[in-house]
């Protein structure tokens, strides 16, 4: 599937008609990421709307490109940069294009200059909550109060100008909001929870754009479980839970397919290479359910073998594979199941080299844990004609809780990928204790949902250390966090030092085979997300 779009070749208009294929929609939004850390809630908002948001590079999409693939509408968002000494790459023909634009911010000072409005840097800038207060009606506030919460972020201001209508203002930003025929900005974020009605205004935008195809997840979702009911009626499944969203939905899914039947579900969760993030989700929302019984096997000796003398990434990526089908198949036929069920994504059987729907041959980019790994029953994959997004609005229709929804991405070979050279069981119980202190602290200082993903890599390098009147050598621990929108591409998370001083000083003080903690500051590209 197109990650991002950056010019509009055949391959890649063939490729997004295939995307929409598989959305059941022929409209898009096309989204200027301008490297706001706030990008990929934007694409979470229109999600959670059935809408399908595609990321462009301003960088490199001409007004010709976006003519070419011609979407409803268009969002630029905003970004570190400044109108005034440090204009960001963008094809200012864009805004001329008749097709209705959205400013998030950056955004809304880079249309309103180029209509002829004055951007000036303001002595009271703006951050944190203030109060929104509307002037006159416009569609894009349909329905909302005339006086609201926002977040705002900025230093720079639209000056009030015959150039463009004023639509609302806050305390410090005469110009909070604003309108130029096709072409419409607002200085602050809807797309955060501290705007209270942020939702309402992407919706309404979408509405101005004529998008009438919204994502048909109550239909898709029943469809979905008609066809699982006619398979697994009065049977036994057994599914693969991780504690991530896309397990969550098919999980939910085959509860609603078992209803008013004598089919059995057992869940089963794989302790060894995972997080300790992870057995705690899947034991919160899925142990001692009604409607599912769950296992939790430790496979941590059987992982540790066959990782045994692995180095390389993709040594040990094909190594765990191998456990995770053995584990599951020792269940299958302890629980006596007549299916095995997974939460595979269309965009993990592409990634893995089977194919488009058209059945032309694909490379194979990365192979997924879960896929191809001919089990002994039939396999019930239900997510496989969704991505990311749809699967998640789905999961929304049949009452999947969003905690389970929004996790962090984390790959399915786990600490495997963020534990340099060999694993072994001293390595795992470091990665394990380190990851535990660093996602604890994210969410204590409610730092989690702000970064799109983050992780700690436990390096093979050694640092010397004094603890106490003793002196020796640690490990190095690399904590990293990124702001993204499909983790694509990347900006390194500029999280507060007080806050990685203090994870710093936990995880020296707590895991005592550590002598130093460094924060990974690369951008992707040149580096992946993950360590490996």
């Known amino acids: 599937m197109l990650n991002i779009f950056k010019k509009a070749t055949p391959e890649a208009l063939a490729e997004i008609a295939e995307e929409m294929r598989v959305r059941k929609t022929e409209q898009l939004i096309l989204l200027f990421s301008m490297g706001s850390q706030f990008d990929h809630l934007i694409v979470q908002t229109l999600s959670r709307l059935g809408v399908y948001c595609l990321v462009a590079d301003p960088a490199t999409v001409t007004?010709?490109?976006?003519?070419l693939l011609k979407p409803a509408g268009i969002i630029v968002s905003g970004g570190p940069a400044s109108v005034h000494n440090e204009p960001p790459p963008f094809d200012a023909n864009i805004f001329d294009l008749e097709i209705p634009l959205l400013g998030i911010c950056l955004g809304f000072q880079m249309w309103a200059k180029h209509v002829g409005a004055k951007i000036t840097p303001?002595?009271?800038?703006e951050f944190g909550v203030h109060t929104l207060k509307l002037r006159g009606?416009?569609?894009?506030?349909?329905?909302?109060?005339?006086?609201?919460?926002?977040?705002?972020?900025?230093?720079?201001?639209v000056e009030e100008s015959s150039a463009l209508t004023n639509l609302g203002s806050t305390d410090n930003a005469p110009v909070a909001a604003g309108r130029y025929r096709h072409l419409w900005g607002v200085q602050f974020h809807p797309e955060v929870r501290d705007t209270t009605e942020g939702e309402k205004i992407y919706d309404n935008f979408c509405n101005i754009c004529g998008i009438t195809e919204r994502f048909p997840a109550h239909s898709e979702a029943k469809s979905k479980i008609e066809e699982l009911r006619k398979q697994i009626a009065d049977k036994k499944v057994l599914i693969a839970l991780s504690g991530?969203?896309?397990?969550?939905v098919v999980a939910y899914l085959l509860k609603t397919a078992h209803e008013g039947t004598s089919g059995k579900i057992m869940g089963v969760y794989i302790r060894g290479i995972d997080r300790p993030d992870d057995e705690a989700y899947v034991k919160k929302y899925f142990d001692k359910?009604?409607?599912?019984?769950?296992?939790i096997v430790d496979a941590t000796d059987n992982f540790l073998?066959?990782?045994k003398g692995k180095k390389s990434m993709e040594e040990k990526r094909v190594a765990m594979r191998a456990v995770y089908k053995e584990v599951l198949e020792k269940k299958i036929k302890e629980f006596g199941a007549d299916f095995i069920a997974?939460?595979?994504?269309?965009?993990?059987?592409?990634?893995?080299?089977?194919g488009h729907a058209t059945g032309a041959r694909r490379a194979q980019i990365k192979l997924h844990h879960n896929t191809a790994l001919g089990f002994s029953v039939p396999e019930l994959i239900p997510l496989e004609t969704e991505v990311k997004d749809s699967a998640r609005s789905i999961g929304r229709d049949i009452g999947v809780l969003e905690d389970l929804l929004v996790r962090h991405p984390f790959?399915?070979?786990?600490l495997v990928v963020r534990i340099e050279g060999e694993v072994t069981a001293e390595s795992l119980k470091i990665a394990r204790a380190i990851d535990g202190i660093y996602i604890e602290e994210l969410r204590s200082a409610d730092l989690y949902k702000t970064v799109w993903q983050a992780g700690a890599t436990l390096t093979r390098s050694e640092h010397t250390v004094s603890k106490g009147d003793d002196a020796g050598s640690g490990h190095v621990v690399a904590l990293w966090a990124v702001w993204s929108v499909n983790g694509f591409t990347a900006r390194f998370a500029q999280l507060p030092y007080d806050f990685l001083d203090k994870v710093s000083r936990r995880i020296t003080n707590e895991v005592r085979e550590v002598g130093a903690v460094v924060y990974r500051i690369s951008d992707k590209p040149p580096s992946t997300v993950e360590w490996g």
């Open 305 to 307: 073998q066959a990782l």
């Open 411 to 414: 790959p399915g070979p786990g």
């Open 244 to 248: 991530g969203s896309d397990s969550s």
């Open 137 to 157: 009606e416009d569609p894009l506030f349909a329905g909302l109060q005339k006086e609201s919460q926002v977040l705002e972020t900025h230093g720079d201001a």
């Open 289 to 295: 359910q009604d409607w599912l019984t769950l296992e």
């Open 63 to 67: 007004a010709k490109d976006v003519q």
């Open 122 to 125: 303001h002595d009271k800038r």
């Open 342 to 354: 997974q939460g595979t994504l269309y965009t993990d059987l592409v990634e893995s080299g089977h």
